[in-house]
């Protein structure tokens, strides 16, 4: 073989070298690559991650405030609540009192019940507040008591049925007055009804159970 050929086979496996150290350097590179790759796509992750809890607002939870309680009860009295306070007040055994009076009525502009009654020989007259109980007038004066022995055989719930059976309809609570009163010596009840658009004022014989006297008006008279 003569140098021409040699030299040939010599650059052609020179050239081999190189092509396999081109290709075995490509292949050394390629986990690197894969790791940028990897990176970068994981860069790109937190990234579009944090602008998400940048763009999304923070829910909050509404405040609840407690509803007000309100108080329906009105702290009003009735009759028997009325009585039981002045007879306390005036130091008053009930079974020692001859109650003629106890109507609604109005005193400088409140609502209150009027009470009048005997006992021990003397006349006591009270004023209690509706709306509160309160003792808002209390009087009293030495005198003799009335007969009241001399016929008052019809008792007071008898004379108020007998009263409320000439207007159909009405109740107790449509008695704005009533008190027991005497006309010469002869036991009376005097009283008034408000039902509807009328007024009823009435005198009935507590001997007798009758109605001596009967007035009807309307209201707006």
Same mark, same amino acid.
């Given at each position: 073989?003569?140098? +021409?050929?040699?030299?040939?086979?010599?650059?052609? =496996?020179?050239?081999?070298?190189?092509?396999?150290?081109?290709?075995?350097?490509?292949?050394?590179?390629?986990?690197?690559?894969?790791? =940028? @790759?990897?990176?970068?796509?994981?860069?790109?992750?937190?990234?579009?991650?944090?602008?998400?809890?940048?763009?999304?607002?923070? @829910?909050?939870?509404?405040?609840?405030?407690?509803?007000?309680?309100?108080?329906?009860?009105?702290?009003?009295?009735?009759?028997? +609540?009325?009585?039981?306070?002045?007879?306390?007040?005036?130091?008053?055994?009930?079974?020692?009192?001859?109650?003629?009076?106890?109507?609604?009525?109005?005193?400088?502009?409140?609502?209150?019940?009027?009470?009048?009654?005997?006992?021990?020989?003397?006349?006591?007259?009270?004023?209690?507040?509706?709306?509160?109980?309160?003792?808002?007038?209390?009087?009293?004066?030495?005198?003799?008591?009335?007969?009241?022995?001399?016929?008052?055989?019809?008792?007071?719930?008898?004379?108020?049925?007998?009263? =409320?059976? +000439?207007?159909?309809?009405?109740?107790?609570?449509?008695?704005?007055?009533?008190?027991?009163?005497?006309?010469?010596?002869?036991?009376?009840?005097?009283?008034?009804?408000?039902?509807?658009?009328?007024?009823?004022?009435?005198?009935?014989?507590?001997?007798?159970?009758?109605?001596?006297?009967?007035?009807?008006?309307?209201?707006?008279?």
């Amino acid at each position: 073989m003569d140098w +021409r050929e040699l030299m040939k086979q010599k650059w052609i =496996l020179t050239g081999a070298a190189f092509s396999l150290a081109a290709v075995l350097s490509g292949c050394s590179n390629i986990p690197v690559l894969n790791q =940028l @790759q990897n990176s970068q796509a994981q860069t790109q992750t937190d990234s579009m991650g944090e602008t998400k809890e940048q763009t999304v607002p923070a @829910q909050t939870t509404p405040t609840q405030t407690d509803a007000p309680v309100i108080e329906n009860s009105t702290g009003e009295i009735d009759e028997a +609540r009325a009585k039981e306070i002045a007879l306390a007040h005036a130091g008053v055994p009930e079974t020692e009192a001859d109650i003629t009076k106890l109507k609604l009525d109005y005193e400088d502009g409140r609502q209150v019940y009027e009470i009048e009654w005997y006992a021990n020989g003397a006349k006591y007259d009270y004023e209690i507040e509706v709306a509160t109980g309160e003792v808002i007038k209390s009087g009293y004066e030495a005198k003799n008591s009335p007969d009241t022995g001399s016929g008052v055989t019809t008792d007071e719930e008898t004379a108020k049925q007998t009263a =409320l059976a +000439r207007v159909s309809g009405a109740t107790e609570k449509d008695i704005y007055e009533w008190k027991l009163d005497y006309d010469d010596n002869r036991p009376e009840y005097e009283g008034k009804i408000i039902y509807g658009d009328m007024e009823y004022e009435f005198t009935i014989d507590a001997n007798t159970g009758e109605i001596l006297e009967w007035d009807m008006d309307s209201v707006y008279d």
